[in-house]
């Protein structure tokens, strides 16, 4: 199975958007992927499931597609309580694969 | 409410026992998935393998194959995640978290638990 790449860190002013991508190293990203964010010392959170659903309560504002091998998370209107990391996750053969994450900064 | 409250931090010496737990409510425990995720503190995020506690399939990443050992308590509505001897290298965070029906994500997470190997 082929890895999936995260940039290290990605950062935005309050108001702007910013997109997180998920790359695939083979051909495609392989099954769903997934979105979780993971604010210091909590658990993971459910943000983006299926390339582009939303469950229910989290915020319009976080939005998902995907693109030939690469899945990728925008969040607009960036807002201090974004700020966190994020790991994007494709699942297939029983097995849950994690890009190595994502640290936001909302400057 | 779906709930996953996990149990406490453990310390525990190289070469030893231990198996934590992850009690779920709010749903039908035998209907959804239980899957556990390690994390080392600072890093990514692991998948070591899941549960169906309807039947009790057993499922794990070959990462963590005859490392660990995944089973579940339908009448305590609990999975377990154990280990018969530690290794410093398992210092790290556990997270367990439900796999809705459709099962290819992960929509509710346990607190997590901290386990410390030390000697």
């Known amino acids: 199975q082929s890895a999936l790449t995260q940039p290290a860190s990605v950062s935005g002013s309050p108001g702007q958007s910013i997109t997180i991508s998920c790359t695939a190293t083979s051909s495609d990203v392989g099954g769903y992927v997934s979105w979780y964010q993971q604010h210091p010392g909590k658990a993971p959170k459910l943000m983006i499931y299926?390339?582009?659903s939303r469950p229910s309560g989290v915020s319009d504002r976080f939005s998902g597609s995907k693109s030939g091998n690469t899945a990728s998370l925008t969040i607009s209107g960036l807002q201090a309580e974004d700020e966190g990391d994020y790991f994007c996750?494709?699942?297939?053969?029983?097995?849950?694969?994690f890009g190595g994450g994502t640290k936001l900064t909302v400057l | 409410e779906v709930q996953l409250v996990q149990s406490g931090a453990e310390v525990r010496k190289p070469g030893e026992s231990l198996k934590i737990s992850c009690e779920a409510s709010g749903y039908s425990f035998t209907s959804y998935w239980i899957g556990w995720v390690r994390q080392v503190p600072g890093k990514g995020l692991e998948w070591m393998g899941f549960?169906?506690?309807?039947?009790?399939?057993?499922r794990y990443s070959p990462s963590f194959q005859g490392q660990v050992t995944i089973s579940a308590d339908k009448s305590a509505t609990t999975a377990y995640l154990q280990w018969t001897s530690l290794k410093a290298s398992d210092t790290a965070i556990y997270y367990c978290?439900?796999?809705?029906?459709?099962?290819?994500?992960?929509?509710?997470w346990g607190q997590g638990t901290l386990v410390t190997v030390s000697s």
């Open positions: 549960i169906y506690p309807g039947d009790s399939d057993t």
């Open positions: 978290a439900r796999l809705p029906p459709a099962g290819d994500h992960l929509d509710s």
């Open positions: 996750s494709s699942y297939t053969n029983s097995n849950f694969r």
């Open positions: 299926e390339f582009t």
